[in-house]
């Protein structure tokens, strides 16, 4: 509160030509903690591809009119953009391994006809060869894409969180602000680590585990897929819980705080400050009024651009796991059992690469909705 005591006394004009009455302008402060803020950078450190997404909803900076202009037919387009540009990749991929899985079959026909068991194994291998060609290689770059993101993502949360908690701490909720502040700070050099150390190596590993698995079914690694599988699942479900848990838990105490505090130096400038003192508890609320504004269309703004930095990937994740379902539908209808379990395993790579985007993407926009809501 006392970063808005100073802030509000020495942003007040005196306009003696007009019976020394203070004029406020709500828009002209609002620009101004727009740029002092620094939340006018939000837009600019964003990737050139979410930049030109956001640029085509109309959102071309952090300001309340682009976000609440926003139309619904406009996200669709967009949405739909999106789907069609990141559904070439897995669909080439399940084009070339259905043509393989056809050329399998019709292999497979004549290898029974001419009764030669040794020909058939030779065959299996070779074909599953070449549908790992077709699957794993694109699925590495979708999982060096699924790290870019996470890594571009933290190096987002650690711009935007220090806004956010600026704001929240110049409008009078220093506790809430500086808890959010440490919490998400964390979090950030959290992501940064798995993105950097474990996205890629883990769905390499776990796409050679099942290449090898598929091609040496003796070996029968289908245990240690399974289990990587569960394991992945188990850790990104409880971790985000916890998270969830104590930002929750956090935010209710330190806002009640706040309010406490806020209410308390509000009612002590009007009463003890000579002359003033009414003027000045009405900047306050008039500044107050500002800053959560400004709060509010930064964290809505991070909301957003979040969502269509994740898109992509998302979207070509999902896309992927569609494919592998078809995949594994028509090699079991063509008999190609070894087949239907390599595509069903490696569907597994792909829950996991989506589950992992989906459990950072609701950590962030449940923690900027939480900061917005319980804190205004």
Do not use: H
Request: hydrophobic share 50%.
């Amino acid at each position: 509160m006392i970063f808005m005591v100073i802030f509000c006394t020495f942003c007040m004009t005196a306009n003696a030509a007009e019976d020394s009455e203070s004029s406020f302008s709500f828009d002209d402060i609002y620009d101004d903690q727009l740029t002092v803020s620094g939340a006018s950078q939000l837009f600019d450190s964003l990737p050139e591809n979410t930049k030109e997404s956001l640029e085509r909803l109309g959102i071309t900076a952090v300001n309340y009119d682009t976000i609440t202009s926003l139309q619904f037919g406009t996200v669709i387009n967009e949405v739909s953009a999106m789907l069609g540009a990141n559904s070439r990749t897995p669909f080439c991929g399940m084009a070339a391994c259905m043509g393989i899985m056809l050329l399998c079959s019709m292999l497979e026909g004549v290898n029974s006809t001419l009764s030669r068991t040794r020909l058939s194994s030779v065959m299996n291998a070779v074909g599953t060869m070449c549908v790992c060609t077709a699957v794993a290689v694109p699925l590495c770059q979708t999982a060096a894409k699924t790290a870019e993101i996470l890594n571009g993502v933290s190096g987002f949360m650690l711009l935007y969180i220090p806004i956010l908690s600026g704001l929240m701490i110049s409008a009078g909720k220093e506790i809430s602000g500086s808890a959010y502040y440490t919490l998400m700070m964390g979090s950030a050099e959290v992501i940064a680590a798995v993105s950097s150390k474990l996205v890629s190596p883990l769905v390499n590993a776990f796409l050679a585990l099942t290449v090898t698995s598929s091609l040496s079914p003796k070996m029968n690694l289908s245990a240690i897929c399974e289990a990587i599988y569960k394991t992945a699942k188990w850790v990104i479900t409880f971790t985000m819980s916890i998270f969830v848990t104590i930002i929750s838990l956090q935010t209710v105490i330190t806002s009640s705080m706040d309010n406490v505090s806020r209410r308390a130096l509000r009612f002590a400038v009007s009463s003890f400050v000579p002359v003033v003192g009414g003027v000045l508890g009405e900047a306050l609320t008039v500044f107050g009024g500002s800053l959560e504004l400004l709060k509010s269309g930064a964290g809505v703004f991070v909301i957003i651009a979040a969502a269509f930095l994740f898109l992509p990937v998302i979207l070509e994740c999902i896309i992927w796991q569609f494919s592998l379902f078809l995949l594994s539908s028509a090699s079991d209808i063509l008999g190609l059992s070894q087949m239907t379990r390599l595509f069903r395993t490696i569907s597994k790579a792909t829950a996991m690469m989506l589950a992992l985007l989906l459990c950072t993407l609701t950590v962030l926009i449940i923690s900027t909705v939480i900061i917005l809501l319980v804190g205004s």
